[in-house]
């Protein structure tokens, strides 16, 4: 048996001739930038998120630019986001010229540790980024508390939590900005790169929209120096046929957890995600703590067992972020938790079969 950590071959299975009948309709009117397909992929994708504006644009880390300009975050301002992301979340801070500022995350959730948050906020704070890891909000509610209390922006890296949901509201819409990515590997993956912008304010959402073009309004007069950055008419057909399937997609992904949760018990060497009484999961990863993870991690790869390594280093000791004047140990938590992650297959189309063989193989390796 060989079970990949992710399939897009048996997601696109069934739905491929319809795709590229919608990608036909573009073919045939050649309007490949924001041609109709576009609004009305972003109208599906408020109604799904249950929010008042979606601007989409070219990647998930152009939605985090976007966001930070349409909130005037600029040279020398700081940005609170967590150590333990992808690089965009931080990237993108630096990208506008901002400082980012690091702070370590939760043990259990791996997501932002609220209590950390306000010992690093200086005159020079003006916004936080709390990123949604692996599918799971972070706990937007000390978050917002925080923000209002030292009047902060928020924004909302959702680019792994699209339909997740904290208290009842849907991740992405409880911030000032919520940014999604359509990276091919995220729950709702496009043909190649795609992002977009959730916000509840028409005044953000009129500027994201003018952001996307260069910053202009009317056509050739620039209120801004924004980014060329549109989501792609073709990309915009692909998404629009693909989100329907989104929230059965997401369900599976949360059934394969339970049954992860109910038969891979008895391993005292790996430690299953933990979620918060108030968050639902969309599962991206479903990441364990392992130890002798690096070991783990190349008996299951000789064993045909898809896995990797979401993320080996934190970002507050990434040689680029050198200048920012960290060190090892600054941020324990996240150090130790990078050593021992590993995510293993959780994608909708796995087979409780494919399940029991990824479970007895992380039980051989510790039998031996
Ligand atoms: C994927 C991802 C991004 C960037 O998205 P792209 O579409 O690849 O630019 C940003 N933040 C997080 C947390 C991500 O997982």
């Known amino acids: 048996m060989n079970v990949p950590l992710l399939d897009l071959n048996a997601q696109y299975a069934s739905i491929l001739p319809k795709i590229k009948q919608e990608i036909e309709k573009v ?8 041609g109709p397909q576009v609004k009305e992929f972003e109208k599906m994708a408020a ?9 989409g644009c070219a990647s998930g880390t152009d939605a985090l630019v976007l966001a930070l300009k349409a909130l005037d975050i ?15 979340t931080a990237g993108a801070i630096s990208r506008v010229g901002a400082i980012p500022v690091f702070v370590d995350i939760l043990p259990d959730t791996f997501n932002l540790n609220p209590e950390k948050i306000e010992k690093a906020i200086t005159s020079k704070t003006k916004a936080i980024i709390a990123v949604h890891l692996f599918g799971q909000p972070a706990e937007m509610d000390k978050i917002m508390q925080i923000a209002q209390k030292h009047n902060l922006k928020v924004i909302e890296d959702n680019a792994q939590g699209i339909g997740a949901r ?12 919520g940014t999604l990515s359509f990276f091919p590997s995220k729950n709702l993956g496009a043909m190649g790169d795609a992002g977009m912008c959730l916000t509840n304010s028409d005044d953000l959402a009129t500027k994201l929209f003018q952001l996307r073009v260069h910053g202009e309004n009317p056509r050739y007069f620039h209120k801004w120096v924004g980014l060329n950055s549109r989501i792609d008419t073709i990309q915009a057909a692909v998404l629009k046929i693909k989100l329907p399937y ?17 038969n891979m ?23 364990l703590l392992a130890e002798k ?3 783990l991690l190349k008996f299951l790869r000789k064993n045909n067992v898809g896995c990797a390594v979401y993320y080996p280093k934190p970002l507050h000791v990434q ?35 494919m399940q029991d063989f990824v479970i007895k193989k992380i039980q051989e390796f510790y039998e031996n």
Do not use: M
């Not at 040279?75 to 965009?88: H, K, L």
């Not at 904290?166 to 900005?177: E, L, N, P, Q, S």
């Not at 989104?246 to 109910?262: G, H, T």
């Open 74 to 88: 600029k040279e020398d301002d700081e940005v609170i986001t967590t150590t333990f992301t992808f690089f965009a």
């Open 246 to 262: 989104l929230e059965k997609w997401s369900e599976k992904r949360r059934q394969n957890a339970k049954y992860y949760y109910e």
């Open 319 to 353: 040689e680029c972020f050198a200048n920012l004047g960290y060190k090892s140990g600054d941020l324990p938590i996240a150090e130790e938790i990078a050593q021992k992650v590993i995510s293993i297959p959780i994608y909708s189309e796995l087979t409780e079969n």
């Open 27 to 34: 073919f045939d009117s050649h309007h490949y930038i924001l």
């Open 47 to 55: 109604n799904y998120c249950e929010c008042k504006h979606t601007i």
């Open 166 to 177: 904290f208290d009842g509201k849907v991740a992405g819409t409880i911030g000032d900005i």
């Open 265 to 287: 018990t008895n391993i005292p060497q790996i430690k299953l995600p933990f979620i918060h009484e108030k968050a639902i999961s969309i599962y991206n990863q479903f990441t």
């Open 293 to 295: 993870r690096d070991e």
